[in-house]
C-alpha cells in the first residue's frame, strides 16, 4: 500500500500541494555503481509464516477504543505498542496484553500539540516524535506524555528560514534520523518543489541527502496524476551499519544500497512483469485520486496507473535482511495470504520469499511488521482513509458506513 493510500493526512494535503508539471527524477550524486542482477527465484524457495492474533483493539466489538485512522504501528520498549491516530492526533500506547498504558499528545497548536499528524517514530534521545506534515516539524514528547520541544531537521539555519513545508515519512537508526519530505519555494508565480529522502543526526545537522526529485508545479492545467506523484515514501529503510536502502522508481524493481557516508555502494536489479489493475482496483485508486481532487481550487483532471507499483514497501528486520513487499506481493497471493515479501541479504542476494497467511483483506488492511516476530494487523484502513475524506470507492457497499477500525496484535509464527 503506497503512503498516499495509507495516509489520508498527506492525501488532503498533498493535492493542495501538488499539481501537474514538468517533473524530473535527479539524483542525490551520479556516481556509477556495480549492479546486482538479482535471481528470478530465491535460493532458499518460499516461508510460510501464520499471523496468529494475541490481542485487538477498537473495532466493533470495543466501546472503550475509538481508532480514527491509524497512521503508524511502532513496538514499544518492554512489549508495548504505540499506535498514532492520524486522526485524533494523539498516539495510543498498549502494553503487551492490550491494555491502554496511555495517550500521548493531542490536536492543537500548543507545546505538544499537533496539528495534520502523519507519522510517528521514536528519536534517538528516548523521546517519541509526532510528524506533523504541514507546516512540516516534528513535535517531541517524553513517554510521561510532557512536551519535550521539537527536532528541527537542518538546524537553526533551517528553522529561521522557515524549515521544511512539507514532512511526510520518519525513521530512525541509532543516532540517524531520516525523512522524506517536500521544500518548495514560489518565484514569479509558480511553485517550485523538491522532495527528498535525507539522512539527519540526533541534533537536526544534514549528514547526506540521498535522492531528490525536483517538480515544477502548473496551476493553469491541472492534473492529479498517480506516477507523477510518486516518490520512495515508504519504499527506504535504515541499513544495520546506518546506510540506507532504498527503491527510487515505482515502475522499475531496484533497490539501491547507500553507505553510512550516503554513497550510493551497490544496485539491485531483478526482473518483474507489473501487476495491471484489476477493475476493482483501478475504481478504487481513481476514487482516491478524485477524493484529493475535492482539495484543490478547481477539479483537475485525474490519471490512474494501469499497473500497480513494481515496488510498495521496503523494510529492514531486525536481523539485516532487506523485506521487500512488491505490487504483486501486496495484492497478487492466493486466498488466505495476507502479502508475500521478497528478502535479500544486504549484499542483494534474493534468499527467500516469506508468504504471511492469516485472515484479512489485502486491499483494506495494512499489515505492520514490528519487532522480532511480532506484526499488527489493522483492518479496514484503506476504507477509513477513503471515508475521512469524503469519498467513496464506487464498490456495492459504499454507502455503507464504514466498520471501525480494528487493531489486531500478534506473532508471526511457523
Known amino acids: 500500500m503506497t503512503a498516499l493510500r495509507r495516509h489520508s493526512s498527506l492525501a ?34 518460499t516461508r510460510d509464516l501464520t499471523f496468529q492474533p494475541r490481542w485487538t483493539a477498537g473495532g466493533e466489538d470495543d466501546a472503550e ?15 508495548q505498542v504505540l499506535v498514532l491516530d492520524s486522526q485524533l492526533a494523539q498516539v495510543t500506547v498498549f502494553g503487551p496484553d492490550g491494555s491502554v498504558v496511555r495517550t500521548l499528545g493531542r490536536q492543537g497548536d500548543g507545546p505538544g500539540e499537533v496539528q495534520n499528524a502523519g507519522d510517528m517514530l521514536l528519536l534517538p534521545d ?4 509526532i510528524i506533523q506534515l504541514f507546516p512540516g516539524k516534528i513535535v517531541k514528547l517524553h513517554t510521561d506524555g510532557t512536551p519535550a520541544g521539537t527536532f528541527q531537521p537542518g538546524g537553526a539555519e533551517a528553522a529561521a528560514a522557515g524549515g521544511f513545508n512539507v514532512l511526510v515519512r520518519g525513521k530512525t537508526h541509532g543516532d540517524r534520523v531520516g525523512l522524506v519530505g517536500i521544500r518548495q519555494q514560489f518565484a514569479q508565480g509558480k511553485l517550485s518543489q523538491t522532495r527528498f ?9 544534514l549528514l547526506a541527502e ?8 502548473d496551476f493553469s492545467n491541472l492534473v492529479l496524476d498517480e506516477k ?3 516518490f520512495c515514501w515508504e519504499r527506504w529503510d535504515f541499513l544495520p551499519d546506518g546506510g540506507v536502502v532504498a527503491a527510487p522508481e515505482r515502475d522499475r524493481y ?8 550516503g554513497e550510493p555502494v551497490r544496485r539491485v536489479e531483478r526482473a518483474y512483469p507489473p501487476l495491471r489493475r484489476e477493475p476493482q482496483d483501478l475504481e478504487r485508486q481513481r476514487a482516491l485520486l478524485k477524493a484529493q481532487g475535492r482539495f484543490y481550487p478547481s477539479p483537475p483532471r485525474v490519471v490512474v496507473a494501469e499497473t500497480e507499483p513494481a515496488v510498495e514497501q521496503v523494510i529492514v528486520r531486525d536481523d539485516g535482511t532487506v523485506w521487500v513487499l512488491s505490487g504483486r506481493g501486496m495484492l497478487d497471493n492466493p486466498a488466505g495470504v495476507l502479502a508475500t515479501y521478497d528478502v535479500y541479504d544486504t549484499a542483494g542476494r534474493f534468499l527467500r520469499r516469506v508468504a504471511v497467511h492469516g485472515e484479512g483483506d489485502p486491499r483494506d488492511d495494512y499489515l505492520y511488521l514490528l519487532d522480532g516476530n511480532r506484526a499488527a494487523l489493522v483492518r479496514g484502513l484503506r476504507s477509513a482513509s477513503l471515508a475521512s475524506m469524503g469519498g467513496q470507492d464506487g464498490s456495492d457497499d459504499a454507502d455503507a458506513e464504514a466498520a ?11
Open 228 to 230: 507523477e506523484q510518486d
Open 65 to 79: 477504543t475509538i481508532l480514527g485512522v491509524v497512521g503508524r504501528v511502532l513496538p514499544g520498549p518492554g512489549g
Open 404 to 414: 471501525p477500525l480494528e487493531l489486531i496484535v500478534g506473532e508471526l509464527v511457523p
Open 254 to 261: 531496484t533497490l539501491t544500497f547507500y553507505s553510512p557516508a
Open 126 to 129: 528516548g523521546t517519541v516524535g
Open 12 to 45: 488532503v494535503l498533498l493535492p493542495v500541494l501538488l499539481a501537474a508539471g514538468l517533473f524530473v527524477a535527479v539524483p542525490a550524486r551520479a556516481d556509477e555503481v556495480p549492479v546486482v542482477r538479482a535471481a528470478d527465484t530465491p535460493a532458499e524457495g
Open 210 to 217: 540521498l535522492l531528490t526529485r525536483a517538480v515544477a508545479l
Open 197 to 205: 529522502l535525507a539522512v539527519y543526526t540526533a541534533d537536526g545537522t
